[in-house]
């Protein structure tokens, strides 16, 4: 995964889908509080918007790990040559963006034709069916649900 291109996540916004209820996490609000940094890169932070500089890193939200949720996020790009994802289901990396990448599931963010590396797909598991609707240099809405072994 590249993280070279600019890549945006706004108010990662998490829904636990528990029997009884539903309970919201906001996970990002403009503060860095439980986010780490693993390997090369970094994030920049601007209100509440961050784009990622340089490397291929992998920025990780390490206060609390989730079994069945529903991540809600937005991103924004300009060149659909960008590359980026969003990974679930990995163990606590340390400072290895590598783990993410063979012990989880990226969901990938590029492209603008369906395939299996393009925005939707399981990367390299589970082609997009259908590229969803993305507005270059506008904000999109992506949605990722995990409940048990299904993503």
């Not at 009884?20 to 996490?25: F, K, R």
């Not at 503060?31 to 890193?57: R, V």
């Not at 990995?90 to 012990?103: C, E, L, M, R, T």
Request: aromatic letters at 14%.
């Amino acid at each position: 995964m590249n993280m070279t291109a600019p890549f945006a996540a706004l108010t990662l916004g998490l829904t636990l889908l528990l029997p009884a209820s539903a309970e919201e996490s906001v996970l990002f609000n403009g503060q860095t509080d439980g986010w780490k940094m693993a390997g090369p890169g970094s994030f920049e932070i601007n209100g509440d918007t961050a784009k990622a500089k340089g490397g291929m890193g992998l920025w990780w939200y390490e206060k609390k790990q989730f079994q069945n949720f529903t991540l809600t996020l937005q991103f924004k790009w300009d060149d659909p040559k960008w590359n980026a994802g969003v990974f679930v289901r990995f163990p606590d990396p340390a400072n290895d963006p590598w783990v993410a990448v063979k012990q989880g599931y990226e969901l990938q963010v590029s492209g603008d034709t369906p395939g299996k590396n393009s925005t939707g797909a399981i990367y390299d598991i589970q082609a997009a069916v259908r590229l969803p609707a993305i507005k270059m240099g506008d904000w999109n809405t992506y949605q990722i649900t995990c409940a048990g072994p299904w993503i």
